[in-house]
């Protein structure tokens, strides 16, 4: 219907479609102008161990035993006695459980373990940013934290929110997320260019 044909309707059903049409408008311009919403993160006790995190074992009464190493490409380390151990794609709570059984079915009796991550691999940030690169990883960092870190967005980057690549299950999962989105070890934000 064309504003011509808004002249031969009655005067009740002429407002009702002009009442109509603003509030699609209005409607439309809302969703446009609302960032999404922040993404929920997973807690860091349900983190998977990957290659490039830091993790430092500790066996009481084993001075010897005690390491602090970077995970390998391969996803393993390298522990006295054991040799290679695969702990990528288990939280630290699991690796200790596999270490723990290891050395207790071959070297040491009831042996006291403790695994944890000493560093997490980075995070990235990457397009309408000053710095894009790559940055060490903290809990409770959000994409606006980052950001600033990364020396902030450049005069051509939408400011309202960012796609955020996430590892989900062994995939990889890209999605629009609002700025408050906390990041996750070996996160990558991508900032994008605004339309206009």
Excluded at 12 to 37: D, K, S
Excluded at 43 to 65: C, F, H, P, W
Excluded at 116 to 139: I, T
Excluded at 154 to 161: E, H, L, P, V
Aim: aromatic share 6%; proline share 7%; net charge neutral.
């Amino acid at each position: 219907m064309c504003f011509a044909d808004l002249r031969r309707l009655s005067g009740a059903a002429r407002c009702g479609c002009i009442g109509l049409v603003a509030v699609l408008l209005a409607a439309v311009a809302g969703c446009a102008g609302t960032p999404p919403p922040p993404e929920p993160t997973p807690s860091l006790e349900t983190y998977a161990i990957g290659a490039g995190d830091r993790v430092k074992v500790t066996v009481l009464e084993q001075e010897n035993m005690t390491i602090e190493t970077d995970v390998a490409d391969d996803g393993t380390i390298e522990m006295p006695l054991v040799g290679s151990l695969r702990v990528a794609g288990r939280t630290a709570s699991e690796a200790r459980a596999a270490l723990t059984e290891r050395l207790a079915r071959d070297y040491i009796k009831d042996p006291k373990v403790n695994f944890d991550v000493a560093k997490y691999r980075p995070f990235y940030v990457l397009g309408q940013v000053n710095r894009p690169g790559s940055y060490p990883f903290e809990p409770e960092v959000d994409i606006r934290k980052a950001v600033a870190i990364a020396g902030g967005f450049t005069r051509r980057a939408d400011t309202g929110a960012a796609y955020l690549v996430r590892e989900i299950a062994g995939r990889s999962d890209r999605r629009l997320v609002g700025l408050g989105t906390r990041l996750y070890p070996g996160d990558v934000i991508e900032v994008d260019r605004r339309v206009f």
